[in-house]
């Protein structure tokens, strides 16, 4: 399910925006996380850019007073499939300490301008990070924010590089990391306890998004990957498809559509709709935080949700 690499946030610099960096004196707005991408003034604090408010929001809570975080993706309206990175975000790559990236294809941009801007950046890759892979004669699930047990390994790593920045701090840093993982652990318990009451049951997604989660509550996708394979990479779904997916709501052959509402469009509609119709719980769900959201109260949300549509 690895996208390609234009389709995932990695719309590419051009040439001409690279020779602007010579003289980018500009700054940009504030991430929801709280997050400033404007030229940091003199500072003991690390300096750390993430791709998204996702990884940003992770990195201020293990990082705490002593980090000052820019999320290139901040925007809970941005699809992050078609962001398009500029030189302010080039600018604040080149000075950032630590970078936390989520790999496996989903955010390219953020190596293509680290290598432009000679950065000497601790790079965290989270797919790496999380240890997961492409199955066997399969596509690699890139999104690993979704995965509860590799987001624990990504909180460490994020305190080690913290560490490694400030090493006066750093058992102030992997103290907050075990503080987030302890909260992440009645997720993962949310996640047994739908397995135990509703394991092998019908879900349907319109993107792979979710499937971490699903997969750790015990459900089972039951949505033709052709149509989610369609969604995720920008393409047209066939009548054919698109029909055999309708089906799966008419036939009542799932309890929940699990929904990526960042990017919708007139055959993710034409889902919801049928879910709608056959009276079947419709969870929405996101890549980037909403607003208002850290990401332990937002994946809270996300599971509380799908518990809640299952048992209907």
């Known amino acids: 399910m690895s996208p390609s690499p234009s389709r995932r946030l990695a719309a590419l610099l051009t040439g001409a925006a690279l020779a602007l960096l010579a003289g980018c004196d500009s700054s940009s707005d504030s991430g929801s996380d709280g997050s400033s991408a404007q030229e940091p003034a003199a500072s003991s604090k690390v300096t750390v850019v993430a791709s998204t408010n996702v990884y940003g929001d992770m990195a ?7 980090v000052d975080v820019t999320s290139i993706i901040s925007d809970p309206d941005q699809d992050p499939h078609s962001y398009e990175a ?33 950065s000497s950046a601790d790079v965290i890759n989270a797919v790496k990070v999380s ?24 909180a460490d790593s994020v305190a080690a590089a913290l560490g490694r920045a400030d090493p006066d701090d750093a058992a102030a840093f992997a103290k907050n990391a075990a503080t987030f993982k302890a909260e992440l652990q009645p997720l993962e318990a949310k996640e047994a306890e739908i397995k135990k009451e509703h394991g092998g049951e019908g879900v349907a997604i319109t993107e792979p998004v979710p499937l971490y989660m699903l997969d750790a509550a015990g459900l089972v996708n039951r949505t033709p990957e052709e149509f989610s394979e369609a969604i995720e990479e920008g393409d ?11 089906a799966v709501f008419s036939g009542r052959e799932v309890k929940a559509l699990v929904y990526n509402e ?13 879910a709608k119709a056959a009276g079947i719980p419709v969870v929405p769900v996101t890549e980037t935080l909403p607003k208002g959201k850290d990401y332990l109260g937002w994946m809270t949300a996300n599971v509380d949700a799908l518990a809640s549509a299952l048992a209907k």
């Open 236 to 246: 047209d779904v066939s009548p054919k498809i698109l029909q055999a997916t309708l």
């Open 86 to 118: 500029d030189t302010q975000n080039q600018l604040a790559l080149s000075k950032a300490k630590v970078v936390i990236e989520n790999g496996g294809g989903y955010d390219d941009f953020v190596d293509r301008m680290l290598k432009s801007s000679n």
């Open 262 to 274: 960042q990017t919708a469009g007139p055959q993710t509609d034409k889902a919801k709709a049928a």
């Open 131 to 154: 240890g997961r892979t492409a199955p066997k004669g399969g596509e690699l699930n890139e999104h690993v924010w979704y995965d509860f047990p590799g987001v624990s390994r990504i």
């Open 60 to 66: 201020r809570q293990i990082g705490g007073a002593e």
